[in-house]
């Protein structure tokens, strides 16, 4: 079946660290790839997102590239912020079999903590 | 600009007890999802609808039921609740074209079973 692995957190970072948190997948088909964000005490949003191989998704300096290869989506970002202190979570969909439904699989999520 | 409404927020129940969740979307999404979030378990998906009028199990249907009352509403129900059904509830909703598209989430809903 489908599944996503991500780095064990928490991860604390003082501002202006760079950033990676890894995510490694396993799929049948061929999957989209996306990381989402929680905030605390709200919902996930997604934060980007990669449709085949060799794409990367991109957004708020947030970078993340699908590498078929290694069968991995990692995150990184060059320098982080307070404000991006959250849960980040690694997530699969493949579209088979759900009559167009996107149904995600997800990480175990990794929590962030950025100091000042 | 409401998105997903979810209700109740928090909800303690004793072993037993029925509930309803309620879910609602305003952005004429065709498809709609429940999910649970456990520490360190990330998000697993319980029931989702890909249309109206269809609903299909997820990973962990035991225990649930769905019902997706229109296109708008999607209601998980709890017939029998559990200690092991204390978690947080997320309803999500999102287009179906075929393509892998984003997910919609509502701000949660905290259940504990005593």
């Known amino acids: 079946g489908n599944s996503v692995t991500q780095m064990e957190g928490p991860v604390t970072l003082s501002e202006e660290a760079f950033l990676t948190i890894n995510c490694t997948y396993t799929?049948?088909?061929?999957?989209?790839l996306f990381w989402y964000v929680q905030y605390p005490g709200e919902g996930l949003q997604l934060l980007l997102k990669a449709t085949k191989a060799d794409d990367k998704g991109s957004n708020k300096g947030f970078e993340a590239t699908y590498r078929k290869e290694t069968t991995s989506f990692h995150l990184e970002k060059g320098s982080v912020q307070v404000s991006d202190s959250a849960v980040y979570f690694c997530a699969l969909t493949t579209l088979e079999g759900s009559q167009g439904a996107q149904k995600l699989v997800f990480g175990q999520g990794t929590r962030l903590t950025i100091n000042p | 600009n409401a998105g997903v409404t979810q209700t109740p927020k928090f909800q303690v129940l004793k072993t037993g007890q029925s509930m309803t969740l309620q879910c609602a979307q305003d952005m004429n999404h065709n498809s709609m999802y429940w999910y649970r979030q456990d520490p360190g378990m990330g998000l697993r998906l319980i029931y989702y609808?890909?249309?109206?009028?269809?609903?299909d199990k997820g990973e962990v249907p035991n225990g649930y039921n769905v019902s997706r009352l229109n296109k708008r509403e999607f209601s998980l129900r709890l017939e029998s609740a559990a200690p092991s059904q204390t978690s947080v509830y997320f309803c999500a909703s999102s287009e179906s074209k075929g393509i892998a598209g984003e997910l919609f989430f509502g701000e949660g809903s905290r259940l504990t079973v005593l």
């Open positions: 609808s890909a249309s109206e009028g269809t609903t």
């Open positions: 799929a049948t088909g061929y999957p989209s």
